[in-house]
């Protein structure tokens, strides 16, 4: 591997130069921004090395396929997006979050961590090994899709579609970062979700605040309402919530009991002075893991501006996201919610649910998983940390386990890579290792085969 | 008074121009938007009709002091403000706020009814009846302040700094309206207010949703904060907040089941299936009118664009909006307010007093009241109503009833004026007829006082 290697160390700015292109090409599938421009970009990066790729349609953004031929039979399958979060707020970036920066060795730019870091360092890694050691050990298949930030929607329809394009025998999934002591984290799993929206409708406009005696005011039903959600001891109150919650296995208690999740390092970074409920210790991981959530990502209504304006609100929304469990179903959680809001009197608030995914989850003595952990080990110099599942959600079982594919999350972030918040970044450092991380998976696959 | 009827309706057209040029100047004290070049338009507009004017500093934005010497020795004050409210939200104006349309007879702009459209029609009156009539029957003082709408934080220093200036034998308050009948009201009174802002903050910055597990969100505390202010039955839940209050008198209480208040039509132009409580005839009065209140302006947490967000937030913010009525005072409401937060568990939310003023009422058989009263019946041609208070707030107690100075208001607007509200309007009838009404009141006081 030391050809690749010192390859990759050659090609350290002209791997950035590419990445930095990418990240230049806005692509916020939420807000419908830049993803046709950023859908091609993609597919020319993956021609560029050498893959032979389609456009696939979906009723929502085209998914980029690309398929490269190896000696084997064997087909590594890689899962990443195109699409990134919005950058709002906007005044909180340091610089402009289309105008990738370096600044003490930090790459900033909105999706450098969260997904296209990730992705350009795989291509990276392709090239690299193709351009020393000749024809790939393995073939290789990337599904890269458009609305992962948007709850993967057409995901489904792409899989039930284009069924004979997925066969492989693992999925390096999209994602992965050193903790606060730079240790990698490899994840086995993933949440499901199930993200709505909620408007409660008062008069037909703003009125003036005077008329708050006698004229109903949406912001307080809202509130009332949402109170009735979840209550200060963090316990979901909707009838039946917890009904499919599968506890987990003592192995993977056992896998998240033994993590170095460094409690203080984390709070200091939060700037936080407790944890929720005051929770430490194995109680703070048992939840962080394997508890499904109910948690307020936006609520609004009325006058925001500076100074105090005496208005009557017409409309309050709030946007609401529940991270699921196995075995919870997105489906099933909007309904019960539904009903929830029905019976507690306010069923005048519509439920709008904006997406869902299944919980997934792969076995934690997979082969996939030794050779994503040992080529870790031997690259960071470092024993990797194996997580049963991340607190985190993404279409993983649509793709992989519905499918029989043992799927591991890998990759270049930090634990200061602001993921989903301003000022997301990468250490350069980072992206390089893990370019050569990729390219030992992928070796080290090609040799396991034989 | 028929050749100051004929003057105004021969100088409509200048007037209204009058009316606009002073629309076109933005003045929103709340944004500290234009103030200045607005109180020297206003001070100008005072001086072209007679005034010798001062400009009176404050530790905010100046008051516009005007005295105009009458043929007697009775002198009626008028306080009307330069300011308006913020126009936000701007994408629900048909036309721009700061550029006057005409549409079907009504006058689009912001300020149009609240109070540019008054304190013009006042300043138009007095040209008519000095052009035509020769010397004014009585002295008049204009106190025309810069904070009213937001809350008149220092009426109270000018008060105290100009008390000499002040004496006067009634005073025209800046406000009225026709209802939904095209009947005139007028008021003899004014809510209080304590306007507050609440904050209360989690982690140093946005973080991923998946965080939701274990690191404290402020949208849900501020939300059960703001649950423990207000139960769906309306009761404010704030100990102490209701002592102060003294019930009305049988008189005031016999007035407000008098009013004509038009509970369908209401109903219809506010889009409502019901008030709240489905309160309905007395008890719907008694509240709107005598009781105090609690309304949440404003809430915003997180994430507020279009589609899913999957984001913790890292502040969340309430401006909230309590009518007092006498003898409540905002500045114990605070104190109140912060003990109840604090003795609840949510004394990490930080309070923040925006501001205050006293409920104020001048009594039903003050001479004022006659005066104001049949010179409306005269020219509008039916019987106003006179309210003994209106739901609404200002700083009237201040400079009116703490100096023995009767208070009444009159004005121009109408039941789809959209007071601080996007679109608000006058219909240029009413804004003619408002002129006629201050002519006559001025007329009227110079005749009784012989």
Redesign the interface.
Same mark, same amino acid.
């Given at each position: 591997m030391e050809r690749v290697f010192r390859y990759i160390d050659e090609h350290r700015e002209e791997f950035l130069k590419r990445l930095k292109a990418l990240l230049r090409q806005p692509s916020v599938?939420?807000?419908n921004l830049g993803m046709e421009p950023c859908a091609k970009l993609v597919q020319q990066m993956l021609e560029d090395v050498g893959f032979k790729t389609q456009l696939l349609p979906t009723d929502g953004f085209p998914v980029v396929y690309g398929e490269l031929e190896g000696q084997s039979d064997k087909t590594l399958m890689f899962y990443d997006h195109y699409d990134v979060?919005?950058p709002?707020?906007l005044e909180?970036w340091e610089s402009d979050p289309w105008d990738p920066q370096i600044r003490d060795g930090k790459l900033y730019a909105r999706g450098s961590s969260d997904n296209k870091g990730d992705l350009t360092a795989r291509l990276c890694a392709l090239e690299a090994y193709q351009k020393t050691m000749g024809k790939l050990p393995v073939n290789i298949k990337f599904v890269i899709e458009g609305e992962e930030?948007?709850?993967s929607p057409h995901l489904e329809q792409f899989v039930r579609e284009h069924n004979n394009l997925l066969k492989a025998d693992g999925c390096i999934w999209e994602f992965g970062h050193k903790d606060l002591k730079d240790i990698p984290q490899i994840y086995l799993g993933l949440?499901g979700?199930c $993200?709505v929206?909620l408007r409660a409708r008062?008069?037909?406009?703003?009125? @003036?605040?005077?008329?708050? =005696?006698?004229?109903?005011?949406p912001?307080?039903r809202l509130?009332?309402a949402?109170?009735t959600l979840?209550?200060?001891d963090e316990k979901i109150l909707i009838k039946g919530f917890y009904d499919d919650v599968r506890p987990p296995s003592r192995s993977e208690l056992n896998a998240v009991y033994e993590l170095d999740f460094d409690e203080r390092g984390w709070r200091k970074k939060?700037?936080?002075k407790r $944890?929720?409920l005051n929770?430490s210790g194995k109680k703070?991981r048992k939840? @962080?893991y394997f508890?499904p =959530?109910?948690?307020?990502?936006?609520?609004?209504?009325?006058?925001?501006?500076?100074?105090?304006?005496?208005?009557?609100?017409a409309e309050?929304?709030a946007?609401i996201?529940f991270?699921l469990v196995p075995d919870q179903k997105p489906e099933k959680i909007l309904a019960l919610l539904k009903k929830h809001l029905k019976r507690e009197?306010f069923g005048d608030i519509e439920v709008i649910g904006?997406?869902g995914v299944n919980p997934a989850r792969t076995p934690m003595d997979d082969p996939l998983v030794e050779v994503v952990q040992s080529t870790a080990r031997e690259v960071y110099g470092v024993e990797p940390v194996v997580h049963p599942t991340?607190?985190?959600?993404g279409p993983m079982y649509t793709l992989c386990q519905k499918l029989g594919i043992p799927a591991v999350s890998t990759g270049i972030g930090y634990a200061h890579s602001?993921?989903?918040?301003?000022n997301e970044n990468i250490r350069i450092e980072d992206f390089i290792q893990g370019i050569k991380h990729i390219a030992s998976i992928v070796y080290e696959l090609g040799n396991k085969s034989g």
């Open positions: 599938a939420a807000q979060q919005p709002e707020p909180l930030e948007i709850g949440k979700i $993200y929206e008062g008069a037909v406009s703003d009125q @003036h605040s005077s008329w708050g =005696t006698i004229v109903p005011n912001a307080w509130i009332w949402l109170n979840k209550g200060e939060f700037g936080i $944890y929720l929770l703070l939840k @962080h508890e =959530t109910c948690t307020i990502c936006g609520v609004w209504s009325g006058y925001t501006g500076s100074g105090p304006k005496t208005v009557l609100p309050a929304r946007k996201d991270r009197g904006m997406h991340s607190a985190a959600s602001n993921t989903h918040a301003p």
